[in-house]
C-alpha cells in the first residue's frame, strides 16, 4: 500500500507532473540525479573505472553500489509516506538521488566525489525550485501592514501562514493552501501568507523560528479578534515544535474551517444586509 498511494498520485497529477519536468530546475535536477548512472552505463567512460565484481566488469554495479541504492530506495518510500503533495513525493526522490550519487563518487574515486560535492553545493545556491504561481484568494502582509490588517475588523477571521521561499516544506504546501484560500475565503474569513525569511522582526514577534533545524515553517496561526487563538504546529515547552502534517484534511479538521466558514457566511451576510438599509435610506 505505501507504494500504491505514491504511485496513483503520480499517475493522477502526470500532465502537471510533465510541465513541472519541462522546467530548468527539474531538468538539470534530473541530469544531476543520474549522474552516477549515466558514468557507470556509458560505453568508453565505464571501461576506465575501477570495480569490486568478481567478473571485472566495470560497465555494471557491484555488490556495494546496489546495497547502497537500495538502503537509500527503502529511505525514500519511508519519506513519501508522509509526503501530502506530488512535488514532495519528486522532491524527495531528487533529494535521496543527489545523496547516493554523492557517496557512490566519493567511493568510486575521492576525485569525482568532490566534483559532484561542489557541482550540487553550486546548484543548491544558486537555483531554486519553481514558486507556485497558480490561482489563490490570499493576502501577502509585510512587516508594516500585518499588525494593521489582523486588527482591521475584529469580526474577521484570519488564518496567516508563516513562510521562507527557501523552505521545501513551504513551497510544497503552496498549492495545498492555496487551494483552501479558494474554497474558504469570504468576507468573514481571510487567508494570509508572511514571509519571515524576508521580514526578521515579524518572526522574533510571532514566535516563529526561520532555523532550518527548527521545523515550524511553515506554521498556520489562526487569529480572532487580532488575536492568536491557535497554531500549527504547536510548539512544546523548550521551545521545540511538535510533528504535525499539513495535509488539507488535517488543516480543515484541526482549524474547524467548515464551522469558520459557515459563521463568517452569516457574517458577510450582515454586512450586506446593511450596506442594503444605508443605500435604500
Same mark, same amino acid.
Given at each position: ?9 503520480? @499517475? ?36 576506465? #573505472? ?6 571485472? $566488469? ?10 547502497? #541504492? ?9 519519506? $513519501? ?12 526522490? /531528487?533529494? %535521496?538521488?543527489?545523496?547516493? $550519487? ?47 490588517? #489582523? ?14 521561499? &527557501? ?23 481571510? %487567508? ?12 522574533? !514577534? ?10 515550524? @515553517?511553515?506554521?498556520? +496561526? ?21 510533528? &504535525? ?10 482549524? $474547524?474551517?467548515?464551522? #469558520?466558514?459557515?459563521?463568517? !457566511? ?11 438599509? +444605508?443605500? /435604500?435610506?
Amino acid at each position: 500500500m505505501a507504494l500504491l498511494t505514491p504511485l496513483f498520485a503520480f @499517475l493522477y497529477h502526470l500532465p502537471q507532473v510533465y510541465k513541472w519536468l519541462l522546467k530548468p530546475y527539474y531538468i538539470a535536477s534530473l541530469f544531476m540525479s543520474i549522474a552516477f548512472l549515466a558514468v557507470r552505463k556509458t560505453p568508453g567512460i565505464c571501461d576506465h #573505472l575501477a570495480t569490486q565484481r568478481e567478473d571485472g $566488469n566495470s560497465c555494471d554495479f557491484d555488490w556495494r553500489e546496489v546495497e547502497i #541504492l537500495m538502503f537509500l530506495s527503502a529511505i525514500v518510500m519511508m519519506k $513519501n509516506r508522509r509526503a501530502i503533495t506530488v512535488e514532495q513525493h519528486v522532491g524527495n526522490i /531528487i533529494l %535521496f538521488s543527489k545523496v547516493a $550519487n554523492v557517496i557512490l563518487f566519493f567511493r568510486l574515486d575521492i576525485r569525482m566525489g568532490l566534483l559532484y560535492l561542489t557541482l550540487c553545493i553550486v546548484f543548491l545556491m544558486t537555483c531554486k525550485p519553481p514558486l507556485y504561481m497558480g490561482p489563490e484568494y490570499i493576502k501577502y502582509f509585510s512587516d508594516k501592514t500585518i499588525d494593521d490588517e #489582523l486588527g482591521r475588523d475584529s469580526r474577521v477571521t484570519w488564518i496567516v501562514e508563516f513562510f521562507a521561499n &527557501w523552505s521545501p516544506e513551504c513551497q510544497s504546501f503552496a498549492s495545498v493552501y492555496a487551494d483552501l484560500s479558494l474554497k474558504y475565503n469570504c468576507a468573514g474569513l481571510k %487567508f494570509g501568507k508572511v514571509d519571515i525569511g524576508r521580514y526578521g522582526e515579524v518572526s522574533k !514577534k510571532y514566535k516563529v523560528s526561520t532555523s532550518p533545524l527548527s521545523k515550524q @515553517l511553515p506554521s498556520l +496561526v489562526l487569529f480572532q479578534g487580532g488575536k492568536e487563538v491557535m497554531r500549527r504546529p504547536q510548539v512544546d515547552k523548550k521551545g521545540r515544535a511538535v510533528s &504535525w502534517s499539513f495535509t488539507e484534511e488535517n488543516i480543515i479538521r484541526e482549524f $474547524n474551517l467548515n464551522e #469558520l466558514y459557515q459563521k463568517a !457566511k452569516k457574517l458577510s451576510k450582515t454586512k450586506g444586509d446593511k450596506v442594503k438599509q +444605508v443605500y /435604500i435610506t
